[in-house]
């Protein structure tokens, strides 16, 4: 499968929340690894239940506010490019087992460009995390939690990339560092606590018009 081209720019529903919105922690680890954590401000009518239909179901096409595109495309209008399901879980679903390749461009930048096939190891109301492993070792994993809240959900993130294995660990932390500088790690912030907020716009209103209809 080709890169895709950045699509078009489309119409906000709603603003994008400003990093300010959150508490983030940024550092890089005493073995070299880099963290970065997020605990987003309270979604307001978004339920987990809503976020982990989403998730199982973004790479469709849907026709939603008169528009029919790819539903991955509305959780963030300017920076998301396409999600394909390039390997479902051992049962036929999208869930744990099952592989996305995501394409995202931050703030519309080539150089911010990315392109990685990752392994869903949990999907559930609860939260979703994404692996990526190199030689056998784990080299990336992002985790969201969703915590159910009286007006919706507090939503966290937290990922962490490179490797802490001694004989891995130096060639996985460069690699990291080359692939993922500061201004790309400030971008990856700036763009997660956007399309996290974006949700309250327009998930509950798709949930609803589709009913919450399974893959």
């Known amino acids: 499968m080709s890169t895709r081209a950045i699509p078009p ?5 709603g603003s994008l929340r400003d990093v300010v919105s959150a508490r983030t922690t940024v550092r890089e680890l005493p073995d070299g690894r880099f963290e970065a954590s997020i605990l987003h401000a309270p979604l307001v009518g978004v339920t987990p239940a809503m976020i982990a239909w989403y998730l199982r179901n973004m790479s469709r096409e849907m026709t939603f506010r008169g528009e029919t595109a790819q539903a991955y495309l509305w959780w963030h209008p300017l920076d998301h490019v396409h999600i394909d399901v390039v ?18 461009a931050f703030g519309r930048q080539e150089r911010f460009r990315v392109d990685e096939v990752v392994e869903v190891v949990r999907l559930d109301e609860g939260g979703i995390t994404l692996e990526q492993h190199r030689l056998g070792q784990l080299v990336f994993r992002l985790a969201h939690t969703f915590t159910p809240t009286a007006s919706g959900t507090q939503y966290d993130s937290r990922m962490v990339l490179g490797s802490d294995v001694w004989w891995f660990k130096g060639l996985a932390n460069r690699m990291r560092r080359r692939r993922f500088p500061e201004e790309k790690q400030l971008r990856w912030l700036r763009h997660n606590v956007e399309e996290v907020g974006y949700l309250e716009h327009f998930l509950p209103d798709l949930f609803a018009a589709q009913q919450g209809g399974a893959v």
């Open 9 to 13: 720019a489309r119409p906000l529903w």
């Open 87 to 104: 390997r479902r879980a051992p049962n036929g679903t999208v869930g744990p087992g099952c592989r996305f390749r995501i394409q995202e």
